[in-house]
Nanobody, 122 residues
Framework: QVQLVESGGGLVQAGGSLRLSCAAS????????IGWFRQGPGKEREFVTA????????RYSDPVKGRFTISRDNAKNTAYLQMNSLKPEDSAVYSC???????????????WGQGTQVTVSS
């Protein structure tokens, strides 16, 4: 069982940066890949990025490639999402999730946090 709690969301102007954190409970954090997903108003939840348990493998969606960076610190049971050059279309609730592999589908992840709101003003 893994419990995930996101933090770091907020209001930022376009072009600004935010860093989200995903803190996990349990001693097996390093066994799980961590994915970040987002759901904007009136939109379906979509894949953003994911990182393997060791941190050696990452994957990004095209809209965020080159602007967002995922990382993790297994000693702190925490994953991070650094978001730079933010755009209004990045506004969404961002959720982290834990699963066995670096995948892009919601159904590939077993545990989910409740999400944190990111709002980018123009």
């Amino acid at each position: 069982q893994v419990q995930l709690v996101e933090s770091g969301g907020g209001l930022v102007q376009a072009g600004g940066s935010l860093r989200l954190s995903c803190a996990a409970s349990g001693r097996t954090f390093g066994n799980y890949a961590i994915g970040w997903f987002r759901q904007g108003p009136g939109k379906e939840r979509e894949f953003v990025t994911a990182i393997s348990g060791t941190g050696r493998s990452t994957r990004y969606s095209d809209p965020v490639k080159g602007r967002f960076t995922i990382s993790r610190d297994n000693a702190k049971n925490t994953a991070y999402l650094q978001m730079n050059s933010l755009k209004p279309e990045d506004s969404a609730v961002y959720s982290c999730a834990a699963g066995p592999f670096v995948r892009t589908m919601i159904t590939d992840y077993d545990y989910w946090g409740q999400g944190t709101q990111v709002t980018v003003s123009s």
